[in-house]
């Protein structure tokens, strides 16, 4: 089974950038769909963003738009988010996810994703 882990939450001053990491030991992260969701205090968790296979994105919130980015390092097998122009409501832990091995495109549903890392705690406050 997919084991994702992501890394590089911290605490930034609004304004700020910061970017996160998802890895797997033991699989290459290059033939898994992998998106970036988020938990906000007493909320539900919501997708952000997501890369496909051929490393093509696709976005789930608006409220990202123009200021997250999602990227692979096939190098690295690793998978970015970079998060810029950060504001104190970004505060939440963070996941990456995957669908599956089957998967080739960033799914519709988002009930789909079924693999998860354990979460990386992003504090935006001044």
């Known amino acids: 089974q997919l084991q994702l882990v992501e890394s590089g939450g911290d605490l930034v001053q609004p304004g700020g950038s910061l970017r996160l990491s998802c890895t797997a030991s033991?699989?290459?992260?290059?033939?898994?769909?992998i998106a970036w969701f988020r938990q906000r205090p007493g909320r539900e968790r919501d997708g952000m963003i997501c890369i496909n296979r051929d490393g093509y994105s696709t976005n789930y919130a608006e409220s990202v738009k123009g200021r997250f980015t999602i990227s692979r390092d096939t190098a690295k097998n690793t998978v970015y988010l970079q998060m810029n122009s950060l504001k104190p409501e970004d505060t939440a832990t963070y996941f990456c996810?995957?669908?599956?091995?089957?998967?080739?495109?960033?799914?519709?549903?988002?009930?789909?994703?079924?693999?998860w890392g354990q979460g990386t705690q992003v504090t935006v406050s001044s």
């Open positions: 033991g699989f290459s992260l290059d033939e898994y769909v």
């Open positions: 996810a995957s669908p599956g091995i089957r998967a080739t495109q960033c799914p519709f549903d988002l009930g789909d994703f079924d693999e």
